[in-house]
């Protein structure tokens, strides 16, 4: 499952950050297009790209326009050092979907793409594999520290 769920994830920001034309639409133009992309792939809540000028673009503009997250900017940061190698993020309380997210960053070239994913929807894909209440998966940091990406029955 969790080979899975990264693999959907390197796939779809690998061919995010080479469609060039995410980064050149301005406006509207980019929220369609990257609301498009957003609503074809389950795992994405919400889905931000950033190129060489600094701006940056959600599938949500509006949101993220009144929010503004840390950790969209971190994660841009994150990946902008290390070009062609994944970050992820522990998870963390998102205002933009009001639950705990994961985030996931890939630059190529000059683009940058960070994904927003739920973790109600690593909940979803391993509550046949976690069973009863009061099982946890634990995700490893980079430092070996482990943290709960969530516990089965307690709404995290």
């Known amino acids: 499952y969790i080979d899975s769920y990264c693999d959907s994830i390197q796939n779809g920001l690998m061919g995010i950050t080479l469609r060039q034309d995410l980064y050149e639409k301005q406006g509207w133009e980019s929220y369609y297009a990257l609301e498009d992309i957003r609503k074809s792939n389950g795992f994405i809540q919400t889905l931000y790209v950033a190129g060489p000028d600094g701006e940056i673009y959600a599938s949500q503009q509006a949101l993220y326009d ?74 490893a940091g980079i430092y070996g520290r482990t943290f709960p990406v969530f516990q089965r029955g307690s709404g995290h």
């Open 66 to 139: 009144a929010v503004k997250p840390d950790i969209v900017d971190d994660m841009i940061d994150r990946a902008r050092d290390n070009p062609g190698r994944l970050q992820y993020s522990k998870p963390v309380y998102s205002a933009m979907s009001a639950g705990y997210s994961l985030f996931v960053s890939y630059r190529s070239g000059d683009n940058i793409a960070v994904t927003e994913t739920g973790c109600d929807y690593l909940r979803t894909m391993f509550q046949d594999v976690l069973g009863g209440a009061g099982k946890e998966l634990h995700g």
